[in-house]
């Protein structure tokens, strides 16, 4: 399977030479080192979560088109975002154990999430309406931004979620895999079992750090997923 790897690992290193108006090879001393799969915690990523919808690129071109038809954006944002700091809002969407957030500057966990509307739709639309038709058209277009947006943090998060779990059972089917293969090793010392009991448990050590690679790089391209459904990198 390695050179299908290899080829992958090229035409990557070949689009993103591209992607960044490189000449080809630019990277190839940077895709040579070997380093450890990269991981990103929802901790990590909701450092300041309180900053970050309501900066979203996506969403700060909706507030911006909005302003051009004549509806003023600072007051869509004071109509728009509740006074329950958006930690609480992301509380409710499915995250990890030991997530929390903050309401009025006390700590909330995540698991009791919020029962206050996230956001004020409905005032927002009736104060467009008197601006006119653009600019209620333009705070319908805005909202659907927000809820768009909402729903792919909750999808990229629920990826990585399931994600971290995989890595962590994996973990555990590797450590196991690898006391099977000792085991077999020590019998086969022993004179207990035939050389080919040692060469079935190998053979479950390697499927088990392959499928443990696999769920790390899962893992890792979902906390990418997430950093961008979270607008980072994009502003």
């Known amino acids: 399977r390695t050179p299908g790897f290899e080829q992958a690992e090229t035409e990557a290193r070949l689009a993103l030479e591209a992607l960044l108006g490189l000449q080809s090879g630019a990277l190839l001393e940077t895709f040579s080192r070997t380093a450890p799969v990269p991981t990103v915690t929802a901790n990590a990523l909701l450092a300041s979560p309180a900053e970050v919808l309501s900066s979203h690129p996506d969403i700060a071109a909706a507030e911006a088109r909005l302003a051009r038809a004549g509806f003023n954006?600072?007051?869509?944002?004071?109509?728009?975002?509740p006074r329950v700091s958006i930690e609480a809002a992301?509380?409710?969407i499915a995250a990890p154990a030991g997530i929390v957030g903050l309401v009025d500057g006390e700590q909330v966990d995540a698991a009791l999430g919020v029962t206050a509307p996230i956001f004020n739709f409905g005032r927002l639309r009736a104060l467009a309406q008197a601006e006119g038709y653009a600019a209620e058209a333009e705070a319908a277009r805005l909202r659907q931004t927000v809820l768009d947006r909402l729903a792919d943090v909750e999808t990229q998060r629920s990826r990585l979620r399931n994600a971290e779990t995989?890595?962590?059972?994996?973990?555990?089917?590797?450590?196991?895999?690898?006391?099977?293969?000792?085991?077999a090793r020590a019998r086969y010392r022993s004179g207990l079992t035939s050389f080919i009991d040692v060469l079935t448990a190998d053979r479950s050590l390697y499927e088990a750090q392959s499928a443990l690679a696999a769920a790390q790089a899962?893992?890792?391209r979902a906390a990418t997923a997430l950093a961008a459904a979270l607008g980072f990198g994009q502003r």
């Open 73 to 81: 954006a600072a007051a869509a944002r004071a109509d728009l975002w």
């Open 166 to 183: 995989s890595v962590a059972a994996q973990t555990q089917a590797l450590a196991s895999a690898a006391d099977a293969a000792e085991l």
């Open 218 to 220: 899962e893992r890792a």
């Open 90 to 92: 992301f509380s409710s």
